[in-house]
């Protein structure tokens, strides 16, 4: 069994508690990791750690050209470990080892490109509208910030946050997700062979009803960056607001697929399926509706339930296999809920639907690629986020059709357009309540390209460069160069 500790003030340390928790491995189920379960002790500490280290010492001291090329280094060293990692994620997570090694190549990119942003933040000299005084703007770090993450892709979720977090000047207390805290203590172990000081960054694990909330609570947090489900991004939302802390929520999805009748049907064949099946639909952006017009439905749906029933599960290091496991038992109910719940609900059962037998290895929670056809958006399968590999299939008539049901959820992540009409796909581009809508493409992600909720999908903006403003606080230098000694009793 692995142990791991936390990592507080440049020191790996037990948990006051001494006590520690077990991780288990998602596709044989048997634990292979205990991890130090730490309590709102260790909170205070780490905390008090990345609050000195904001304040005191080398890390304010630094210049931000400095601070970018530490970013650099940070990059060259995951490069470096980026197999390691992706063995560690794939243990801890189940995500095939194919697409994490996908993601561990373009991780570096996240610290380069901000870390060279570091030495741009640049403020303005305004012209103001008084004569006899000089105004201008500074952009400073926020302060400590509490980064909290989920299991479902923990290395590039925390990329996303911390690479601007640090870029900006910020310290960091990172929280990973019960299920999966071993990649981002093995990740942590990178910042001092960087060069970054000691409590710049620090890492406490354990459960989000005691160390999260303690984090939220902390009266020297300034920040929560947040990615998780929407339920708790608003308990946090809630407990941030009793200190005014500044909070970036990135939240769920319900987003829709949509197949127009003069689509490259092939072309969003494979979108769909990638959509919904790709990292067993455990993301907050999977296309867990596909709308499709009228006319081609019957078609498409015999396609897509081949081409999903064709599908490989299993060994998710195995190079061939294309759908893994289900990451934590609670999810793999959830799941089984839902399978449940459409069934109750209506919907008509296309594939799938229980979990796989045999299982890929005794002890995994694989589930079967799942697809349910006449659903209504009424349903709750329509409505609500499963997080997994089921699909609800709703048809429509016309675009105006297609929008109304696509908009017809509290949540508005991501949204896919399938169509060779140009203008019809800039017309639903517009008007699709969505952060990201991608036309003739999906899960296509950049580091320079804004991804953020609209509705109940979040709050704030990461990637592309103004998300480094999102750990950043504006403000206003006034110098008197001239201007006259006026009444003190009326305003300048
Ligand atoms: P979760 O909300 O259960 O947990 C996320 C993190 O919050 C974990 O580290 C957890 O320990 C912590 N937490 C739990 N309760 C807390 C509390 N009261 N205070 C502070 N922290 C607390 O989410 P999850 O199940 O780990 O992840 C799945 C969810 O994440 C899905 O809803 C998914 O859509 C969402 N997600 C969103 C994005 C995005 O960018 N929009 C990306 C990935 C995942």
Redesign the pocket.
Known sequence: MQRYLMLIDGADVPSASGEFFLSDNPYTGQNWAEIARGDVRDVDQAIKAAHTAFNQGPWPELTASARGLLLYRLADLIEANAEHLAAIEVMDNGKLLAEMAGQLNYLPAWFRYFGGLADKIEGAVIPLDKKGYLNFTKHEPMGVVAV??????PLM?LAWKIAPALAAGCTVVI?????TSASTLEFAKLFEQAGFPKGVVNVVTG???D???A??EHPLVAKVS????????R??NQ?AAASFKHVSL????KSPNIVFEDADLDAALSGVVSGIFAATGQ??IAGSRLLVQQDIHDVFVDKLVKMASAAKLGDPTNPDTQIGPICTEP?YNKVLDYIRIATEDGATLLLGGKPASPQPAAGGRFIEPTIFGNVRSSMRIAQE?V?GPLLAILPFSDENEALEIANDVRFG?AAGVWTKDMVKALRMSERLKAGTVWINTYRAISVMSP???YKD??LGR?NGSAAIREYLVTKSIWINSGAETANPFVMR
């Open positions: 909290i993450t989920p299991w479902n892709s979720l929280k990973p997700s019960e299920f459960f989000g009803s160390v999260g909330a984090l939220v947040f990615t998780g489900a929407d339920g708790t991004g308990r946090i407990a990135e939240l769920g999805g993301t907050c999810q986020e997080f992540l991804f953020g909720g999908s979040g990461e």
